[in-house]
């Protein structure tokens, strides 16, 4: 089938409206998820009958249900909503904690549990998780964010291995910095502070915000990197974004074949047989 079917979250803005001109450009038709319809009435007006929008909160476990129904066929899934939230482990509320593991965990894997059903039928589809460079790696200030989109990598990278040999694609994606809006301080939440975190995480709240528009990353241009990547042929499992996420991943990747090289003596000498 020439012409792919894309339900994508969070589509009315950033990497979301981006993902949508991208699908529209290839040929393809949209079924934007959001949680206000009328935000995305004028692209839906644009592109009649090609565009078609569902209201949709990622938490809401029932409304996921009837929007997969009202979907219809779905060949790619892209789970990209989501929102940056700031603040010390010791500053977090667990009523955060939890909200960030509803929408950008649970969510996903609620929406990916609903579709795939129909994509098994078919031997063919697309998940697309848009997580972070954060997904992979964590900083001070960012250990909720992270924690979330770590749990969907991990789930994500057993799904691909059950899921590949059915002839269905997961695709996690790791951007780094991007003009998206993303850093805006209205859409950050921002925990409580304490005095003894401001050299650490209070770098990061005023950095995160201060790069707001100024990020060197292009979401169009990451946009049709995703676009390029679904559905060719042995595809990667992760694709990650911007030379700042490349940096940061080859970083941690060195970082921990370090501690590894490092302490490998340790490991291998607690086996039941090691002398």
């Known amino acids: 089938m020439s012409t792919r079917r894309w339900l994508i979250t969070g589509a009315n803005s950033g990497f979301g409206a981006e993902f949508v001109q991208a699908a529209l450009a290839a040929g393809d038709d949209v079924i934007a998820a959001v949680r206000r319809p009328e935000t995305m009435a004028e692209v839906a007006a644009a592109h009649p009958g090609r565009v078609h929008v569902l209201q949709l909160d990622v938490r809401d476990g029932a409304a996921a249900e009837e929007a997969v129904k009202a979907a219809g066929r779905i060949d790619v899934l892209v789970n990209n909503a989501g929102y940056g939230i700031v603040g010390a482990i010791e500053e977090t509320a667990e009523t955060d904690l939890r909200d960030a593991m509803e929408v950008m965990f649970f969510g996903p894997l609620r929406l990916t549990q609903l579709v795939l059903p129909q994509m098994r039928e078919r031997r063919s589809g697309a998940i697309v998780q ?103 042929p042995n595809p990667p499992l992760r694709l990650v974004l911007g030379p700042d996420a490349v940096g940061a991943v080859r970083g941690k990747i060195a970082a921990v074949a370090a501690d590894l090289e490092a302490t490998a003596h340790l490991g291998l000498a607690t086996d039941h047989t090691a002398r």
């Open 130 to 232: 848009v997580s972070s460079m954060g997904g992979f790696l964590s900083f001070a200030g960012v250990g909720a964010y992270s924690a979330a989109k770590g749990a969907l990598e991990q789930a994500s990278e057993a799904l691909a291995a059950e899921v590949n040999p059915l002839g269905i694609q997961v695709l996690i994606v790791e951007p780094g910095s991007f003009r998206t809006g993303f850093a805006t301080p209205s859409a950050l939440h921002f925990t409580g502070e304490i005095a003894d975190y401001a050299d650490t995480v209070g770098a990061v709240r005023t950095a995160l915000s201060d790069s707001d528009q100024q990020q060197a990353g292009d979401p169009a241009k990451a946009a049709a990197a995703v676009i390029a990547t679904v559905g060719q």
